[in-house]
């Protein structure tokens, strides 16, 4: 039973224009969500994340949407470039209250920006 | 500064053997996960240590699999009597463990186990 689910296996974007990556779970127990970013033979790379009182966040190029009542996140590159071209995770945490924020993946989509 | 890394980066084993992997994780962090991530697939959780003690182990898929981290620093992943199903990218993360900057977990570039 996946709990967060990237339908999305791949996705394909010209240089310059926006990349839109998608993300739903269905745990409501979830209060913090990341994406991670996989190159090839290396390990995933923390890109942004998000806080569930909150609806947006912005770092750079990067901004995750989080809409609750769908359970639904995004993540918007704008403007995508060559060097973009990765494997998307998007990942869901719950805080316990303790320190574990042991996190659940979703299977990843695998952007190409084209040049 | 040094990130996580793991060694080897690749073991090839042969069905029934046992294999340990180790993390080394970056300096100062108390927090450490491991996760597997077999292909097609996004990383699934293991086993997490917060110190020296294994304080969530509710991912390890059974008792073949076992991890200790007894000075609250590297970790060694223990699978004993590998089975091919046992083939996967296994990944460890630290991260500082408190805080807001604990959900930043740090990943190492795994080591990808092929049991044959």
């Known amino acids: 039973d996946q709990q967060v689910k990237q339908n999305s296996p791949s996705l394909s974007v010209q240089e310059g224009r926006i990349s839109i990556l998608n993300c739903d779970y269905t745990n409501s127990m979830f209060d913090y969500f990341l994406w991670y970013k996989k190159y090839p033979a290396e390990g995933p790379t923390f890109l942004i994340s998000i806080s569930s009182i909150k609806d947006k966040n912005e770092d750079g190029r990067f901004t995750v949407f989080l809409n609750k009542s769908a359970k639904h996140l995004s993540l918007h590159i704008v403007p995508s470039q060559p060097g973009d071209s990765a494997v998307y995770f998007c990942a869901a945490t719950v805080n316990s209250g303790g320190s574990n924020y042991k996190l659940t993946f979703g299977k990843g989509t695998l952007l190409t920006v084209n040049p | 500064g040094a990130g996580v890394s793991q060694t080897p980066s690749n073991k090839v084993t042969e069905k029934g053997k046992y294999v340990e992997l180790r993390c080394d994780p970056i300096?100062?962090?108390?927090?450490l996960y491991w996760y597997r991530q077999s292909l097609g697939q996004g990383p699934e959780f293991l086993i997490y240590?917060?110190?020296?003690?294994?304080?969530?182990d509710s991912g390890l898929p059974n008792d073949r699999f076992f991890a200790v981290r007894p000075e609250g620093s590297v970790s060694t992943l223990k699978i004993q009597r590998t089975e091919r199903g046992d083939s996967a990218v296994y990944l460890c993360a630290s991260s500082s463990g408190t805080g807001t900057s604990g959900y930043e977990q740090y990943f190492g570039p795994g080591t990808r186990l092929t049991v044959t």
């Open positions: 240590f917060q110190g020296t003690g294994a304080a969530d």
């Open positions: 300096s100062g962090h108390t927090a």
